[in-house]
């Protein structure tokens, strides 16, 4: 028989069943329910007076459990292990734990006399408000509760484990300090319920599944109620153990890296992978809150330096205006377009200049060739076919308007597309028109071009697919603006940017949408693919990592500005340029930035790699070439 | 095992011999079998078993396998779902039930229908979105309607090339290709998430006292999070969506052995139901089993 962990929160109809104490109630002729607290579970809460203090209102917490057991022999151990645990907590002296006055058992109730505390627990107050707690506040409470808990770790002689830290069981008094509540005494008077506990739990940790408690586990659901705490994100309602698939900056940037990482650590599955001691986690949340300036530190002010670039340059070469195109490397030779019209033919191991072609207007797009001739687009409308070893002119397509698309090589044509909203397929050897295509508006993107069909996207938002013929297969029309990406082919789907903010994907042999992906700004970053993943980048300055079989978001790498260039993968690296002015090396599996390179205008091209180095060019008029 | 379940449970064994679904089916003609044969063309076999141990069938399934030819056809499509309910008091079979159809309804208006709307027009969500809503809605209906249940649901919408999975609980989808099956889906029980996270080994998870727990099912609150993927289909290759009474107790290995080894989806699927019931059929079975052609 399946069963399924309960829902969260509706336990309370339970306890309507018990019989809860009316207001006015006399326990012990001592203490005198003024009314109901709180219900949960087998146990209630009742704010009660202490009436051996006739002269003051001594108000005291007076928590009551139903015995439910109808074996006599297990009532009676239910009770004495009561007895025992109450006799423990009585020995506890903490500012953070609530006092123990008294306990007693009456008839098929036991219950516990303790202070009462004047406050709200941290559900409650997640509860209660929207935004995110800030971070000095949770440090703060971190860093008493590992001292509570340290203090419990150590008692003597034998260390209490607490094994049920959760915001409801964390309450912060009038003094704003935390409090920790409910010392599991209940769960004796839960006799074979353990099943139904686990996987409702999401605090605890994964080895408690298998009865072993150890401090290593109260770090654990500590690290889990910080988790929870500064990302709002109830672990309850996720799959169990799953935190590191909701990295804590990824929902809330506010967090400092320094705690993320200590929290990650209390959060490790391994309990020999977290802090050994809630006094070790305690050290390491005080020097989170020194390095973030929480708390002061005499070190501050200190590495704030300019950033340094943490790579090594090759070359760099100059040209006359900005660097927008993308590089073709052939051969030893870095063919690259640049705005003062020229393109340019580089020695790829020293940047020594072997020739320039000047062209009639600015050249944004990548050449492209076949070995022989280098084609090349420019914004004057023409495509032009050089000689790769001397530049010489070999012949000119005119289309009728500019060229942003790059040239595709395929079986003895050249596809491209041109702001005049045709799709241009020339023949490579005379530059003769094999075909055109007329579209609904310009096309910036560049083709791909798979089994005899060519895919493109087009300024008017329309997707075309369009076999060899020219006949056109399908069109996919619900982008909302227009498609300056150019697409990627992978397993039979299409993935492409639009500059309505969304990263599509679509089945190729029909163009059915298959998922869209909403990013924070429009794109006109190209994808790439790799391991199962889509990267790409966008203005909302974020380089993304996407799972391109589900459509979710895996990774993202902020920049100070927006990214147009296209992602290059190479190896298990990502490099990306971006408008802030820097190339970025990224960890392809987890977006952590390896190195950074700054040059002096914004970077609007699509790197590329080759022979282990990179090469590209920035708007600072110049082409670079980094060791990978 | 008390004398009344002896009983019974024997009775069942005998009766899965003559037939697994406890309906009598006419046998095809084997030259229509040898005939379609893992032949160039779609095919599908679907089977469903109470068990040897249980009293009634909690699981549902729904098959639909649809071509076209012609000028302009619209390529091949398929809608496929399996569910196994949970809950007492017959919810788990009124959960499951309830859940196929309104995902098979969901699906088959949009997108399935629009297929053949010559204006092409549909609402325009991405079909991942249309599977995830339509596993929603059904949580929806069971929500309201059926308190107490809850089911698993695993269905796949096929479209051209491409398959799309939406999934909650601990049913299955296999890709198999001559190398190797796979599974496609992710088990949402306790005991799969400790075997990933490597606390509990897949031999100690297939014994665990807790091993139906879920965390994740149709029926159980308001938010539902579902898993949805899409693959390419498995060209040479069959899909197989099935309940944790077939891939709990046949090894994969033995899947993988009966899908390839018969002529047709329909006697494979009838096969795997026969093989769990052999193995002691301690839950309820279903499988429905799609092949795919090389081209």
Partial sequence: MKRITRALSDITTETAQLGQLEPGVTLQERYLVLALHGAGGMSSVYRARDLHFPNVTKTVAVKEMINMATDPAMHEMIVRNFEREADLLATLSHPAIPRIFDYFTHESSSYLVMEFIDGKDLEALLRETDDFLPENQVVKWAIELCDVLNYLHLHKPQPVIFRDVKPSNIMIDGHSSIRLIDFGIARIFQPGQKGTMIGTDGYAPPEQYRGEASPPGDMYALGATLHHLLTRRDPRAEPPFSFSERPIRSINEKVSPELEATINAALSYDPADRFPTAEAMRSSLISVAKETGILVSPRTAASAGQPSNEVQEIWSFECEDEVRGSPLVMDGVVYIGCYDNNLYALDAKTGEFIWKFATEGGIASRPASDGELVYVSSEDTRMYALSAQRGTLAWTYYTGGPIRSSPVVFEGHIFIGADDARLHVVNMFNGSAAWKQEVAGPIRSTPTIIDERVYFGCESSDFYCYDFRGELKWRFGKARRGITSSPIMVEGMLFFGSMDWSLYALEAEAGWQIWKFRMGRPTISSPVFAEGRIYTGCADGRIYAIDSRGGREIWHFQTEHQVTGSPTIFEDSIFCGSVDGSMYCLDMRSGRKRWQFQTGGPITGTPTVSDNRIYFGSNDHRVYALLT | ?295
């Fill in chain 2, 1 to 295: 095992m008390t004398f009344l379940q002896r009983i019974f449970g024997k009775a069942s064994t005998d009766l899965e011999q003559t037939s697994p679904d406890g309906i009598e089916t006419a046998p095809l003609d084997p030259a229509t079998i040898d005939g379609a044969a893992l032949s160039n063309h779609t095919l599908v076999g679907t089977s469903q078993s109470t068990g040897v141990e249980r009293a009634h069938n909690e699981d549902a399934l729904f098959s639909l396998l649809g071509s076209s030819s012609g000028e302009d056809s619209v390529p091949d499509f398929g809608l496929f779902v399996v569910a196994d309910g949970m809950g007492g008091h017959r919810s788990g079979e009124v959960a499951s039930a309830l859940s196929v159809r309104s995902v098979a309804h969901r699906l088959a208006a949009d997108p399935l229908l629009h297929l053949f709307d010559l204006n092409g027009s549909s609402e325009g969500l991405p079909l991942q979105d249309l599977v995830r809503r339509a596993l929603q809605d059904a949580n929806q209906s069971v929500v309201n309607k059926v308190p107490g249940g809850g089911t698993t649901l695993t269905t796949a919408l096929v479209l051209g090339k491409q398959m799309t999975i939406g999934h909650v609980g601990d049913s299955r989808a296999y890709i198999l290709t001559p190398r190797e099956a796979k599974v496609v889906t992710r088990d949402h029980s306790l005991v799969n998430r400790l075997v990933e996270l490597g606390q509990l080994t897949e031999a100690e998870a297939a014994v665990h006292p807790q091993r139906n727990v879920l965390y994740k099912a149709i029926g159980q609150g308001a938010n539902l999070e579902v898993d949805v993927e899409t693959h390419p289909i498995p060209k040479n290759g069959f899909l197989l969506l099935c309940s944790d009474g077939l891939w709990g107790v046949v090894p994969d290995e033995e899947i993988q052995r009966i899908a390839w080894g018969a002529d047709h989806p329909q006697a494979a699927c009838d096969e795997l139901i026969r093989a769990a019931n052999a193995a002691g059929g301690p839950d309820n079975i279903t499988a429905v089993l799609v092949y795919f052609p090389p081209t």
